[in-house]
C-alpha cells in the first residue's frame, strides 16, 4: 500500500468540497493509516493570468492557508507528517513568482493545464479543446523548461494532454519522450492521477457498467505509461483529492489504474516508497 498523497486541494480553490476542512483531509489520512500526507492546492496567481472563476485560491489567502496548514503539521506530527506546497503551471515570465511560492513551501506539484498560444492567450489542455501538434511539443517544452528551473518537486497528470488528441499519435508518442527523458534528467518523478477514474467510475456514468465506464476514462493513458516503463523514472499515485471520497477510494481506484495500464507494465515502473 501506498502510504502517502503528496496531491490533496481544499475548499480555497473554489471547485472542491466545502464542507471538508484542512483538519478532516488529516484526520481522513490518519483512520486510513497514512504515514505522509501533502496539500498542494490550486496555487494563487500574483499576476492574474487564468481568469477562469473558481479555479484557485486568491493571493490574499496564502498567508491563511499557509499559516493553517503549518498549524496542523504541529498538531499531528506524532501521527501523520504534513507538507504543504502548490500545484502550480509554468509560464515564461513567471519564473520569479514561481520560485516565489517554491520559497514559503514545502512541495511543489507542477500540474500544466495550458500554455501560451502565439498571441499570449492561454491554451488549456482539457476535454473538448484542440491544441495543434506544435502546441503539444510547446505543452511538453513548458513542463521540461519547469524541470530545468528546479521548481517543481513532482510532476502531475503528465498524460494529461491526451485529452487533446483522439489517438495516441506520433505527436503524444514525442510528448512523453520529452517529459521522460526530463524527469529522468532532473530526477523528478512522475504521477499517475487516479482522479479522472474516480469521476467516471464512481462519481457519474451511473447508468453504465464497469467496463463502459472504463471506457470513459481518459487519463492515466496506457500508451504513455507503456513509454515511461523504459525509462527508470521514479513514479507514484496521486489521488489529486478535491472530494474525501476520492480519499477513501483510494485503494480501489488505485486497483483500477493497474488494470487500464496493465499489470505488464505497472511491474516495470519505478516505483517510489
Not at 100 to 123: A, C, P, R
Not at 181 to 199: D, M, R, T, V
Not at 246 to 254: A, D, G, H
Request: charged share 35%.
Amino acid at each position: 500500500m501506498q502510504k502517502f498523497n503528496y496531491h490533496n486541494h481544499t475548499y480555497r480553490c473554489g471547485h472542491a468540497d466545502l464542507d471538508m476542512t484542512d483538519e478532516d483531509y488529516v484526520l481522513e489520512y490518519i483512520n486510513l493509516g497514512f504515514e505522509k500526507m501533502a496539500f498542494t492546492d490550486h496555487c494563487p496567481e500574483k499576476n492574474k493570468i487564468d481568469l477562469r472563476k473558481n479555479m484557485r485560491m486568491e493571493y490574499k489567502e496564502r498567508k491563511e492557508y499557509l499559516e493553517n496548514i503549518n498549524k496542523l503539521k504541529e498538531k499531528y506530527k506524532d501521527k501523520l507528517e504534513i507538507k504543504v506546497g502548490y500545484e502550480v503551471e509554468y509560464l515564461p515570465g513567471e519564473e520569479d513568482n514561481l520560485k516565489e511560492l517554491k520559497d514559503e513551501s514545502d512541495i511543489i506539484v507542477l500540474g500544466q493545464h495550458f500554455i501560451y498560444d502565439n498571441n499570449k492567450n492561454l491554451k488549456f489542455i482539457r476535454n473538448g479543446e484542440t491544441l495543434s501538434d506544435e502546441e503539444l511539443i510547446e505543452y511538453a517544452h513548458y513542463i521540461e523548461k519547469a524541470m530545468e528551473l528546479h521548481i517543481p518537486d513532482i510532476v502531475a497528470h503528465p498524460d494529461l494532454y491526451i485529452y487533446t488528441k483522439k489517438s495516441f499519435d506520433n505527436t503524444c508518442i514525442e510528448v512523453a519522450h520529452i517529459i521522460c527523458k526530463a524527469a529522468l534528467k532532473y530526477n523528478i518523478p512522475l504521477e499517475i492521477n487516479i482522479s479522472n477514474i474516480y469521476e467516471n467510475v464512481f462519481n457519474r456514468n451511473k447508468d453504465l457498467n464497469l467496463e463502459e465506464k472504463i471506457k470513459k476514462v481518459s487519463y492515466p493513458c496506457k500508451d504513455f505509461w507503456k513509454i515511461v516503463s523504459n525509462y527508470n523514472v521514479k513514479v507514484f499515485y496521486g489521488i489529486d483529492a478535491h472530494h474525501k471520497n476520492q480519499v477513501l477510494s483510494f485503494e480501489r481506484t488505485k486497483e483500477l489504474a493497474n488494470t487500464i495500464i496493465g499489470e505488464e507494465i505497472i511491474n516495470k515502473l519505478n516505483f517510489i516508497e
